[in-house]
Antibody
Framework: EVLLVESGGGLVQPGGSLRLSCAAS????????MDWVRQAPGKGLEWVGH??????????RYAASVKGRFIISRDDSKNSLYLQMDSLKTEDTAVYFC?????????????WGQGTTVTVSS | DIVMTQSPLSLPVTPGESASISCRSS???????????LDWYVQRPGQSPQLLIY???NRASGVPDRVSGSGSGTDFTLRISRVEAEDVGVYYC?????????FGPGTRVEIK
């Protein structure tokens, strides 16, 4: 079974840091781009960024709203994706989803985790 | 950045009838490959989003054939025929053509 399981969410004060993890199983993790998508309470979906696969030199891309504050990394030996979030703001409060996207070809963002909740509040 | 818009934002439907959602992009999503880089996702109540359609018209695995996507360039449509109770949710279009990938605001489908 193809599965993504996020962890690491919680309550953090503004200006603080948090590291999210995503454990993947059931597919060849190293073949895929892996993305983070978030959803603020009662709001729509926002793409946060992704880490591309080895074939694309593990390059990363970010949304403007998080660039310079968030870092996406991956460890293919552990089938894991990470999101290091620094200088957190109240507007970063959201459910964060780990998502599989581009493989050899593009077949959509076809696998989503259950999400982990991040609350930034004093 | 590519801006995605959707209409309507709310769509009450009667079971058994059809529903259509429009999505427009601020730039063409037609890549040189000939594919339109436009996806559709649904988020049912209490669930994670789920892929419905990729590259404008390709149904994801397990999606019933009463769900279809069409369009090219900047104008796209998601159509659901014979609406059922399980179709309730928020539908999003998204462009993965260029980063930052961007979603539409979502269309809430409810049963009358």
């Amino acid at each position: 079974e193809v599965l993504l399981v996020e962890s690491g969410g919680g309550l953090v004060q503004p200006g603080g840091s948090l590291r999210l993890s995503c454990a993947a199983s059931g597919f060849t993790f190293s073949d895929y781009y892996m993305d983070w998508v978030r959803q603020a309470p009662g709001k729509g979906l926002e793409w946060v960024g992704h880490a591309r696969n080895k074939a694309n030199s593990y390059t990363t891309r970010y949304a403007a709203s998080v660039k310079g504050r968030f870092i996406i990394s991956r460890d293919d030996s552990k089938n894991s994706l990470y999101l290091q979030m620094d200088s957190l703001k109240t507007e970063d409060t959201a459910v964060y989803f780990c998502v599989r996207s581009v493989g050899t070809y593009y077949y959509g963002m076809d696998v989503w985790g259950q999400g982990t909740t991040v609350t930034v509040s004093s | 950045d590519i801006v995605m818009t959707q209409s309507p934002l709310s769509l009450p439907v009667t079971p058994g009838e059809s529903a259509s959602i429009s999505c427009r992009s601020s730039q063409s999503l037609l890549q040189s490959s000939g594919y339109n880089y436009l996806d559709w996702y649904v988020q049912r109540p209490g669930q994670s989003p789920q892929l419905l359609i990729y590259l404008a018209s390709n149904r994801a695995s397990g999606v019933p054939d009463r769900v279809s996507g069409s369009g090219s360039g900047t104008d796209f449509t998601l159509r659901i025929s014979r609406v059922e109770a399980e179709d309730v949710g928020v539908y999003y279009c998204m462009q993965p053509l260029q980063t930052p990938w961007t979603f539409g605001p979502g269309t809430r489908v409810e049963i009358k």
